[in-house]
C-alpha cells in the first residue's frame, strides 16, 4: 500500500520505498532519508531574493551567500521540487522525516486503501487533467492515458 507523506512523497510500504508522487518514480528505502534519492542544486540566494538596495551598499536586504544558501531538492525523473531548505553553506541536507516503517505497516495493515482523489496533491501519475469553459462555467475532467474516465 502507497501512503502520501507530503504534497510529493509517498512511501510504498510493501516495498518499503520512497516515491514521487508525480511521476511514481522509486526514490530509495524508506528507512533512509528521502532526500538521498533527488537530485539537488545549491543556489546563491540573490538569485531568489535581489537586493533592495544599490550593490554598492553593504547591507541591501538580500541574504549573504557568505552565510546562507538555497538547497533544492528534485525527482530526478520528472524534475518536480520536492524540498527547499536554507543553509549555511557546507551544512548537510536536514533530516526532516524519519518513519517507524515497522509500526506504519501495523497502522495501516487494516486500512482501506487511499482515494487520491479526496486528497491535495499532485495529480496522480498516469492521469491527464485539462480544463475548460461552458458558457461561463469552468470544470475540470479527468482521463487516464488511455481515455477511461
Known sequence: ????????LEIDLDKELWHCRVCNLALGSARRPYKE???VH??????IHKPIL???YEFTFAPDATWMQIVEYYCPECSTMIEVE????GHPPLNDME???????KQW???PPIDLTKIAGPE??????HAHSHGGRAHTHGHSKNGDR
Open 86 to 89: 536554507y543553509l549555511p553553506p
Open 54 to 56: 544599490d550593490p554598492a
Open 124 to 129: 496522480p501519475a498516469g492521469v491527464d487533467y
Open 1 to 8: 500500500m502507497k501512503v502520501p507523506m507530503t504534497e510529493y
Open 109 to 111: 495493515a487494516n486500512r
Open 37 to 39: 534519492g533527488l537530485l
Open 99 to 105: 518513519f517507524d516503517i515497522d509500526a506504519m505497516k
Open 42 to 47: 545549491a543556489r546563491d540566494p540573490r538569485e
